[in-house]
Protein backbone atom coordinates (compact mmCIF):
# COMPACT_ATOMS: atom_id res chain seq x y z
CA UNK A 1 0.00 0.00 0.00
CA UNK A 2 1.61 3.41 -0.90
CA UNK A 3 0.17 6.67 0.66
CA UNK A 4 0.39 8.38 -2.82
CA UNK A 5 -3.30 8.17 -4.64
CA UNK A 6 -3.08 9.00 -8.06
CA UNK A 7 -4.34 12.06 -8.97
CA UNK A 8 -7.18 11.25 -11.99
CA UNK A 9 -4.92 12.17 -14.91
CA UNK A 10 -2.15 9.93 -13.87
CA UNK A 11 -4.83 7.66 -13.82
CA UNK A 12 -5.73 8.58 -17.30
CA UNK A 13 -2.70 7.85 -18.76
CA UNK A 14 -1.61 4.56 -16.76
CA UNK A 15 -4.62 2.86 -18.72
CA UNK A 16 -3.14 3.74 -22.00
CA UNK A 17 0.46 2.43 -21.82
CA UNK A 18 1.82 1.65 -18.46
CA UNK A 19 -0.94 -0.33 -17.70
CA UNK A 20 -2.32 -1.22 -21.32
CA UNK A 21 -5.13 -3.93 -20.40
CA UNK A 22 -4.33 -5.98 -23.31
CA UNK A 23 -0.77 -6.14 -23.44
CA UNK A 24 0.18 -5.57 -19.72
CA UNK A 25 -2.64 -7.29 -18.04
CA UNK A 26 -3.88 -10.09 -20.51
CA UNK A 27 -7.82 -9.05 -20.24
CA UNK A 28 -10.65 -8.89 -22.40
CA UNK A 29 -8.65 -11.18 -24.74
CA UNK A 30 -11.64 -13.15 -26.65
CA UNK A 31 -13.01 -9.65 -28.81
CA UNK A 32 -8.80 -8.88 -29.03
CA UNK A 33 -8.84 -11.56 -31.45
CA UNK A 34 -12.15 -12.35 -32.22
CA UNK A 35 -12.98 -9.03 -34.16
CA UNK A 36 -9.57 -7.53 -35.29
CA UNK A 37 -9.82 -9.45 -38.82
CA UNK A 38 -10.41 -5.46 -39.82
CA UNK A 39 -9.61 -2.19 -38.82
CA UNK A 40 -13.37 -1.06 -39.15
CA UNK A 41 -14.82 -4.09 -36.97
CA UNK A 42 -12.21 -3.53 -34.25
CA UNK A 43 -12.85 0.53 -34.36
CA UNK A 44 -16.81 -0.34 -33.59
CA UNK A 45 -15.94 -2.30 -31.19
CA UNK A 46 -13.60 -0.43 -29.20
CA UNK A 47 -16.16 2.47 -29.39
CA UNK A 48 -18.71 -0.09 -28.05
CA UNK A 49 -16.62 -1.09 -25.30
CA UNK A 50 -15.59 2.17 -24.26
CA UNK A 51 -19.18 3.55 -24.13
CA UNK A 52 -20.30 0.72 -21.76
CA UNK A 53 -17.18 0.78 -19.93
CA UNK A 54 -17.25 4.43 -19.50
CA UNK A 55 -21.27 4.52 -18.25
CA UNK A 56 -20.57 1.64 -16.01
CA UNK A 57 -17.72 3.00 -14.32
CA UNK A 58 -19.99 6.24 -14.02
CA UNK A 59 -22.59 4.39 -12.89
CA UNK A 60 -20.59 2.04 -10.34
CA UNK A 61 -18.95 5.65 -8.86
CA UNK A 62 -22.55 7.05 -8.11
CA UNK A 63 -23.84 3.84 -6.29
CA UNK A 64 -20.28 2.88 -4.65
CA UNK A 65 -22.28 3.86 -1.20
CA UNK A 66 -24.76 1.52 -1.30
CA UNK A 67 -23.15 -1.55 -2.39
CA UNK A 68 -22.83 -4.85 -0.35
CA UNK A 69 -19.16 -6.62 -0.53
CA UNK A 70 -20.97 -9.96 -1.57
CA UNK A 71 -23.47 -8.55 -3.73
CA UNK A 72 -21.18 -6.22 -5.85
CA UNK A 73 -20.16 -8.26 -8.62
CA UNK A 74 -23.61 -9.40 -9.68
CA UNK A 75 -24.63 -5.57 -9.46
CA UNK A 76 -21.86 -4.94 -11.95
CA UNK A 77 -22.80 -7.25 -14.32
CA UNK A 78 -25.98 -6.67 -14.26
CA UNK A 79 -24.93 -2.39 -14.72
CA UNK A 80 -22.53 -3.74 -17.64
CA UNK A 81 -25.74 -5.99 -18.98
CA UNK A 82 -27.89 -3.09 -19.41
CA UNK A 83 -25.82 -0.93 -20.79
CA UNK A 84 -24.95 -3.48 -23.41
CA UNK A 85 -28.17 -4.17 -24.34
CA UNK A 86 -28.28 -0.27 -25.01
CA UNK A 87 -25.19 -0.40 -27.39
CA UNK A 88 -26.41 -3.58 -28.91
CA UNK A 89 -29.78 -1.57 -29.73
CA UNK A 90 -27.81 1.17 -31.13
CA UNK A 91 -25.59 -1.09 -33.12
CA UNK A 92 -28.73 -2.73 -35.07
CA UNK A 93 -30.19 0.48 -36.00
CA UNK A 94 -27.77 2.81 -37.33
CA UNK A 95 -25.00 0.11 -37.99
CA UNK A 96 -26.82 -3.27 -39.50
CA UNK A 97 -24.31 -4.28 -41.48
CA UNK A 98 -21.24 -4.14 -38.49
CA UNK A 99 -23.59 -5.05 -36.24
CA UNK A 100 -24.35 -8.49 -38.12
CA UNK A 101 -20.63 -9.04 -38.34
CA UNK A 102 -19.43 -8.89 -34.87
CA UNK A 103 -22.40 -10.93 -34.19
CA UNK A 104 -22.32 -12.57 -30.79
CA UNK A 105 -18.92 -10.41 -29.68
CA UNK A 106 -21.24 -7.28 -28.97
CA UNK A 107 -23.45 -8.85 -26.33
CA UNK A 108 -19.97 -10.82 -24.81
CA UNK A 109 -19.01 -7.51 -23.87
CA UNK A 110 -20.94 -8.15 -20.68
CA UNK A 111 -17.93 -10.70 -19.77
CA UNK A 112 -15.25 -8.38 -20.86
CA UNK A 113 -12.68 -8.93 -17.79
CA UNK A 114 -11.91 -5.72 -18.79
CA UNK A 115 -15.04 -3.42 -17.23
CA UNK A 116 -15.29 -5.56 -13.92
CA UNK A 117 -12.01 -5.40 -13.55
CA UNK A 118 -12.09 -1.63 -13.63
CA UNK A 119 -15.54 -1.22 -11.66
CA UNK A 120 -13.89 -3.51 -8.82
CA UNK A 121 -10.58 -2.00 -8.70
CA UNK A 122 -11.23 1.49 -9.78
CA UNK A 123 -14.83 3.19 -9.65
CA UNK A 124 -16.30 1.20 -6.85
CA UNK A 125 -14.19 3.10 -4.55
CA UNK A 126 -13.12 6.47 -6.35
CA UNK A 127 -15.36 9.73 -7.39
CA UNK A 128 -17.14 10.06 -10.62
CA UNK A 129 -14.56 12.27 -12.26
CA UNK A 130 -11.91 10.31 -11.01
CA UNK A 131 -13.82 7.06 -12.23
CA UNK A 132 -14.64 8.12 -15.63
CA UNK A 133 -10.83 9.46 -16.25
CA UNK A 134 -10.00 5.95 -15.65
CA UNK A 135 -11.91 4.44 -17.81
CA UNK A 136 -11.80 6.69 -20.56
CA UNK A 137 -7.57 5.84 -20.17
CA UNK A 138 -8.15 2.03 -20.29
CA UNK A 139 -10.92 2.44 -22.98
CA UNK A 140 -7.91 4.64 -25.51
CA UNK A 141 -5.37 1.67 -24.11
CA UNK A 142 -8.07 -1.17 -25.46
CA UNK A 143 -8.43 0.94 -28.98
CA UNK A 144 -4.89 1.46 -29.25
CA UNK A 145 -4.07 -2.47 -28.55
CA UNK A 146 -7.46 -3.39 -30.85
CA UNK A 147 -6.27 -1.11 -34.14
CA UNK A 148 -2.32 -2.37 -33.49
CA UNK A 149 -3.47 -5.82 -33.71
CA UNK A 150 -6.01 -4.75 -36.48
CA UNK A 151 -3.60 -3.17 -38.99
CA UNK A 152 -1.36 -6.00 -38.91
CA UNK A 153 -3.95 -8.47 -39.54
CA UNK A 154 -5.68 -6.51 -42.71
CA UNK A 155 -2.79 -5.54 -43.90
CA UNK A 156 -1.36 -8.45 -44.78
CA UNK A 157 -4.05 -10.53 -44.73
CA UNK A 158 -6.21 -8.71 -46.91
CA UNK A 159 -4.41 -6.23 -48.19
CA UNK A 160 -5.93 -3.43 -47.27
CA UNK A 161 -6.07 -0.64 -44.06
CA UNK A 162 -9.94 0.41 -43.34
CA UNK A 163 -10.78 -0.56 -46.23
CA UNK A 164 -8.48 1.07 -48.79
CA UNK A 165 -5.97 -0.70 -50.78
CA UNK A 166 -2.58 -0.23 -49.44
CA UNK A 167 -0.64 -3.20 -50.40
CA UNK A 168 0.68 -3.28 -54.44
CA UNK A 169 -1.34 -5.49 -56.56
CA UNK A 170 1.29 -8.28 -56.65
CA UNK A 171 0.62 -8.82 -53.07
CA UNK A 172 -0.69 -12.19 -52.61
CA UNK A 173 -3.18 -12.19 -49.65
CA UNK A 174 -2.29 -13.74 -46.79
CA UNK A 175 -5.48 -15.38 -45.91
CA UNK A 176 -4.53 -17.12 -42.83
CA UNK A 177 -4.03 -13.81 -40.57
CA UNK A 178 -7.80 -12.81 -41.37
CA UNK A 179 -8.60 -16.40 -40.25
CA UNK A 180 -8.48 -17.42 -36.55
CA UNK A 181 -4.89 -18.88 -36.61
CA UNK A 182 -4.04 -15.87 -37.33
CA UNK A 183 -5.22 -14.04 -34.24
CA UNK A 184 -3.39 -16.43 -32.34
CA UNK A 185 -0.09 -16.28 -34.28
CA UNK A 186 -0.12 -12.01 -34.50
CA UNK A 187 -1.21 -11.65 -30.77
CA UNK A 188 1.87 -13.88 -29.38
CA UNK A 189 4.06 -11.68 -31.85
CA UNK A 190 2.87 -8.44 -30.74
CA UNK A 191 2.85 -9.49 -27.41
CA UNK A 192 6.69 -11.02 -28.01
CA UNK A 193 7.49 -7.51 -29.49
CA UNK A 194 6.17 -5.53 -26.46
CA UNK A 195 8.06 -7.27 -23.92
CA UNK A 196 11.30 -6.78 -26.02
CA UNK A 197 10.38 -3.13 -26.21
CA UNK A 198 9.76 -2.67 -22.59
CA UNK A 199 13.09 -4.77 -21.57
CA UNK A 200 15.08 -2.78 -23.72
CA UNK A 201 13.65 1.10 -22.50
CA UNK A 202 14.60 -0.34 -18.97
CA UNK A 203 18.09 -1.57 -19.23
CA UNK A 204 18.18 1.66 -20.93
CA UNK A 205 16.71 3.47 -17.65
CA UNK A 206 19.10 1.16 -15.06
CA UNK A 207 21.84 2.16 -17.32
CA UNK A 208 21.68 5.89 -17.43
CA UNK A 209 20.64 6.03 -13.60
CA UNK A 210 24.21 3.81 -13.00
CA UNK A 211 26.17 6.62 -14.74
CA UNK B 1 -32.39 -41.15 -38.00
CA UNK B 2 -32.90 -37.67 -38.80
CA UNK B 3 -33.43 -36.74 -35.49
CA UNK B 4 -30.01 -38.30 -34.42
CA UNK B 5 -28.03 -37.39 -37.22
CA UNK B 6 -28.80 -33.50 -36.89
CA UNK B 7 -28.10 -33.90 -33.42
CA UNK B 8 -24.64 -35.81 -34.50
CA UNK B 9 -24.09 -33.05 -37.02
CA UNK B 10 -24.77 -30.28 -33.90
CA UNK B 11 -21.94 -32.18 -31.72
CA UNK B 12 -19.25 -32.13 -34.32
CA UNK B 13 -19.57 -29.12 -35.39
CA UNK B 14 -19.02 -27.37 -30.98
CA UNK B 15 -16.86 -29.61 -30.40
CA UNK B 16 -14.26 -30.13 -33.53
CA UNK B 17 -15.47 -27.52 -36.68
CA UNK B 18 -16.33 -24.78 -34.59
CA UNK B 19 -14.21 -25.12 -31.27
CA UNK B 20 -15.39 -22.73 -28.56
CA UNK B 21 -11.43 -21.71 -28.39
CA UNK B 22 -9.85 -22.27 -31.32
CA UNK B 23 -12.82 -20.59 -33.79
CA UNK B 24 -14.82 -18.80 -31.63
CA UNK B 25 -12.36 -17.12 -29.39
CA UNK B 26 -14.36 -17.45 -26.22
CA UNK B 27 -13.18 -18.90 -22.60
CA UNK B 28 -9.62 -17.69 -23.66
CA UNK B 29 -8.96 -16.33 -20.02
CA UNK B 30 -9.05 -19.83 -18.49
CA UNK B 31 -7.29 -21.55 -22.06
CA UNK B 32 -4.20 -19.26 -21.24
CA UNK B 33 -4.46 -18.94 -17.42
CA UNK B 34 -5.21 -22.06 -15.93
CA UNK B 35 -3.45 -24.70 -19.00
CA UNK B 36 -0.16 -24.99 -17.39
CA UNK B 37 -0.75 -28.08 -16.10
CA UNK B 38 -2.83 -31.67 -17.42
CA UNK B 39 -4.47 -32.52 -14.35
CA UNK B 40 -5.54 -28.36 -13.30
CA UNK B 41 -7.27 -28.15 -17.22
CA UNK B 42 -9.15 -31.11 -17.04
CA UNK B 43 -10.42 -29.94 -13.93
CA UNK B 44 -11.24 -26.79 -15.64
CA UNK B 45 -12.52 -28.60 -18.89
CA UNK B 46 -14.94 -30.00 -16.72
CA UNK B 47 -16.14 -27.97 -14.25
CA UNK B 48 -17.06 -25.62 -17.54
CA UNK B 49 -18.67 -28.40 -19.27
CA UNK B 50 -20.98 -28.76 -16.20
CA UNK B 51 -21.91 -25.11 -15.86
CA UNK B 52 -22.23 -24.68 -19.39
CA UNK B 53 -25.17 -27.68 -19.62
CA UNK B 54 -26.66 -26.47 -16.63
CA UNK B 55 -26.63 -22.82 -17.95
CA UNK B 56 -28.07 -24.03 -21.51
CA UNK B 57 -30.47 -25.72 -20.12
CA UNK B 58 -31.72 -22.78 -18.15
CA UNK B 59 -31.67 -20.29 -20.89
CA UNK B 60 -33.46 -22.81 -23.66
CA UNK B 61 -36.49 -22.80 -20.94
CA UNK B 62 -36.06 -18.91 -20.29
CA UNK B 63 -35.88 -18.56 -23.96
CA UNK B 64 -38.36 -20.62 -25.29
CA UNK B 65 -41.48 -19.94 -22.73
CA UNK B 66 -40.37 -16.27 -22.18
CA UNK B 67 -38.32 -14.55 -24.15
CA UNK B 68 -38.67 -15.41 -28.08
CA UNK B 69 -41.44 -13.38 -29.79
CA UNK B 70 -44.65 -14.79 -29.07
CA UNK B 71 -43.58 -17.01 -26.15
CA UNK B 72 -46.38 -18.24 -24.22
CA UNK B 73 -45.51 -17.06 -20.84
CA UNK B 74 -44.98 -13.83 -21.78
CA UNK B 75 -48.41 -14.05 -23.97
CA UNK B 76 -50.82 -15.66 -21.23
CA UNK B 77 -49.35 -12.67 -18.47
CA UNK B 78 -50.13 -9.67 -21.52
CA UNK B 79 -53.71 -11.38 -21.75
CA UNK B 80 -54.01 -11.38 -18.05
CA UNK B 81 -53.13 -7.90 -17.92
CA UNK B 82 -55.39 -6.78 -20.89
CA UNK B 83 -56.86 -9.04 -23.27
CA UNK B 84 -56.28 -8.43 -27.27
CA UNK B 85 -52.49 -6.74 -25.99
CA UNK B 86 -50.96 -9.98 -26.61
CA UNK B 87 -50.09 -9.69 -30.85
CA UNK B 88 -46.44 -8.71 -30.53
CA UNK B 89 -45.16 -9.69 -27.53
CA UNK B 90 -41.55 -9.15 -27.62
CA UNK B 91 -39.10 -9.52 -24.44
CA UNK B 92 -36.23 -10.51 -26.13
CA UNK B 93 -34.63 -7.03 -25.28
CA UNK B 94 -33.92 -8.25 -21.62
CA UNK B 95 -32.17 -11.87 -22.89
CA UNK B 96 -28.82 -10.63 -22.06
CA UNK B 97 -29.60 -9.27 -18.31
CA UNK B 98 -31.11 -12.07 -17.85
CA UNK B 99 -28.74 -14.30 -19.47
CA UNK B 100 -26.40 -12.88 -16.88
CA UNK B 101 -28.44 -13.65 -13.79
CA UNK B 102 -28.90 -17.17 -14.62
CA UNK B 103 -25.27 -18.01 -15.12
CA UNK B 104 -24.42 -16.23 -12.03
CA UNK B 105 -26.86 -17.77 -9.71
CA UNK B 106 -26.39 -21.17 -11.25
CA UNK B 107 -22.72 -20.79 -10.74
CA UNK B 108 -23.44 -20.44 -7.06
CA UNK B 109 -25.96 -22.96 -6.63
CA UNK B 110 -23.65 -25.54 -8.23
CA UNK B 111 -20.76 -24.21 -6.02
CA UNK B 112 -22.59 -24.83 -2.75
CA UNK B 113 -24.47 -27.79 -3.90
CA UNK B 114 -21.29 -29.69 -4.99
CA UNK B 115 -19.35 -28.29 -1.73
CA UNK B 116 -22.09 -30.00 0.59
CA UNK B 117 -22.53 -33.11 -1.06
CA UNK B 118 -19.58 -33.88 -3.23
CA UNK B 119 -16.58 -32.51 -0.62
CA UNK B 120 -14.07 -34.37 -2.73
CA UNK B 121 -14.90 -33.03 -6.11
CA UNK B 122 -14.88 -29.95 -4.33
CA UNK B 123 -11.57 -29.71 -3.28
CA UNK B 124 -10.60 -30.47 -7.02
CA UNK B 125 -12.50 -28.61 -8.86
CA UNK B 126 -14.38 -26.28 -6.66
CA UNK B 127 -11.81 -23.08 -7.29
CA UNK B 128 -12.47 -22.60 -10.67
CA UNK B 129 -16.21 -22.53 -10.38
CA UNK B 130 -16.47 -18.68 -8.88
CA UNK B 131 -13.82 -18.06 -12.31
CA UNK B 132 -16.67 -19.46 -14.48
CA UNK B 133 -19.52 -16.67 -14.00
CA UNK B 134 -17.08 -13.93 -16.12
CA UNK B 135 -16.20 -17.14 -18.80
CA UNK B 136 -17.38 -16.13 -22.08
CA UNK B 137 -18.15 -19.52 -23.15
CA UNK B 138 -20.96 -19.75 -21.19
CA UNK B 139 -22.69 -16.73 -21.94
CA UNK B 140 -21.59 -17.62 -25.56
CA UNK B 141 -23.96 -20.94 -25.49
CA UNK B 142 -26.91 -19.03 -24.37
CA UNK B 143 -26.19 -16.62 -27.24
CA UNK B 144 -26.08 -19.36 -29.75
CA UNK B 145 -29.46 -20.47 -28.65
CA UNK B 146 -30.71 -17.55 -28.07
CA UNK B 147 -30.03 -17.47 -31.93
CA UNK B 148 -31.54 -20.82 -32.83
CA UNK B 149 -34.47 -20.01 -30.81
CA UNK B 150 -35.75 -16.64 -31.01
CA UNK B 151 -34.22 -15.52 -34.30
CA UNK B 152 -35.46 -19.02 -36.21
CA UNK B 153 -38.44 -19.53 -38.86
CA UNK B 154 -41.64 -21.50 -36.27
CA UNK B 155 -40.11 -24.83 -38.09
CA UNK B 156 -36.72 -24.27 -37.42
CA UNK B 157 -36.78 -23.76 -33.77
CA UNK B 158 -34.71 -25.71 -31.27
CA UNK B 159 -35.63 -27.89 -29.10
CA UNK B 160 -34.20 -28.86 -25.26
CA UNK B 161 -32.08 -31.88 -27.23
CA UNK B 162 -30.47 -29.85 -29.65
CA UNK B 163 -29.66 -27.12 -27.09
CA UNK B 164 -28.20 -29.48 -24.40
CA UNK B 165 -26.16 -31.26 -27.27
CA UNK B 166 -24.42 -27.88 -28.18
CA UNK B 167 -23.72 -27.10 -25.21
CA UNK B 168 -22.35 -30.35 -23.91
CA UNK B 169 -20.35 -31.33 -26.59
CA UNK B 170 -19.09 -27.52 -26.94
CA UNK B 171 -18.20 -27.64 -23.53
CA UNK B 172 -15.93 -30.70 -24.33
CA UNK B 173 -14.52 -29.39 -26.80
CA UNK B 174 -13.19 -26.56 -24.73
CA UNK B 175 -11.66 -29.53 -22.59
CA UNK B 176 -10.23 -30.85 -25.28
CA UNK B 177 -8.74 -27.45 -26.60
CA UNK B 178 -7.14 -27.07 -23.21
CA UNK B 179 -6.00 -30.18 -22.22
CA UNK B 180 -3.94 -30.35 -25.56
CA UNK B 181 -2.64 -27.16 -24.89
CA UNK B 182 -1.72 -27.89 -21.47
CA UNK B 183 -0.16 -31.00 -23.01
CA UNK B 184 1.84 -28.73 -25.15
CA UNK B 185 2.77 -26.41 -22.66
CA UNK B 186 4.37 -28.94 -20.39
CA UNK B 187 6.99 -29.64 -22.64
CA UNK B 188 7.32 -26.77 -23.36
CA UNK B 189 8.94 -25.92 -19.94
CA UNK B 190 11.94 -27.45 -21.92
CA UNK B 191 12.50 -25.83 -24.73
CA UNK B 192 14.52 -22.95 -25.30
CA UNK B 193 11.48 -20.35 -25.85
CA UNK B 194 13.23 -16.81 -26.65
CA UNK B 195 13.27 -14.94 -23.40
CA UNK B 196 10.73 -11.84 -24.37
CA UNK B 197 7.84 -14.69 -25.85
CA UNK B 198 7.40 -16.92 -22.35
CA UNK B 199 4.78 -16.95 -21.15
CA UNK B 200 1.52 -15.68 -22.93
CA UNK B 201 3.32 -14.92 -26.06
CA UNK B 202 4.68 -18.63 -27.01
CA UNK B 203 1.08 -19.66 -25.38
CA UNK B 204 -0.52 -17.80 -28.20
CA UNK B 205 2.09 -18.83 -31.48
CA UNK B 206 1.04 -22.63 -30.03
CA UNK B 207 -2.77 -21.51 -29.95
CA UNK B 208 -2.71 -20.08 -33.27
CA UNK B 209 -0.54 -23.04 -34.63
CA UNK B 210 -3.47 -25.49 -32.84
CA UNK B 211 -6.14 -23.66 -34.42
CA UNK B 212 -4.21 -24.16 -37.88
CA UNK B 213 -4.74 -27.91 -37.46
CA UNK B 214 -8.24 -27.68 -36.41
CA UNK B 215 -8.94 -25.57 -39.15
CA UNK B 216 -8.44 -29.52 -41.24
CA UNK B 217 -11.67 -30.01 -39.97
CA UNK B 218 -13.66 -27.65 -42.08
CA UNK B 219 -16.06 -29.01 -44.63
CA UNK B 220 -16.37 -32.50 -42.34
CA UNK B 221 -19.96 -31.09 -41.45
CA UNK B 222 -20.83 -31.38 -45.42
CA UNK B 223 -19.95 -34.70 -45.70
CA UNK B 224 -21.77 -35.49 -42.59
CA UNK B 225 -24.87 -34.36 -43.28
CA UNK B 226 -24.47 -36.31 -46.69
CA UNK B 227 -23.96 -39.76 -44.98
CA UNK B 228 -26.20 -39.30 -42.19
CA UNK B 229 -29.43 -36.74 -43.62
CA UNK B 230 -30.24 -39.08 -46.60
Known sequence: ?211 | MDWIGSLVLIAVGAMLINNFVLYYFVGICPFIGVSRRVDMAFGMGLAVTFVISIAALLSWAFTYFLLRPNAPLAVAVWEAVSPGSAANVDLSILSYIIYIFVIASSVQFVEMYVRKFFPALYKSFGIFLPLITTNCAILFACLEILKRVAGAKPAEVWGLHQALTLALFGGLGFTLAIVLMAGIREELDFADVPVHLRGAGITFIVAGILALAFMGFTGVDRSLAAVLLR
Open chain 1, 1 to 211: MSAHQPTAAERFLQGIIPENPIYRQLLGLCPTLAVTNGMRAAMTMAGATAFVLICASVLTSLIRGLLKPHLRILVFTLTIAAFVTIADRFLAAYMYAMSKQLGPYIPLIIVNCIIISRCEVCSSKQGVFTAAADAGGVSLGFALALASIATVREILGAGTWFGLRVMPAVWPDWVVMVLPPGAFLTLGLLLGGANWIRAAREKRRGASRAA
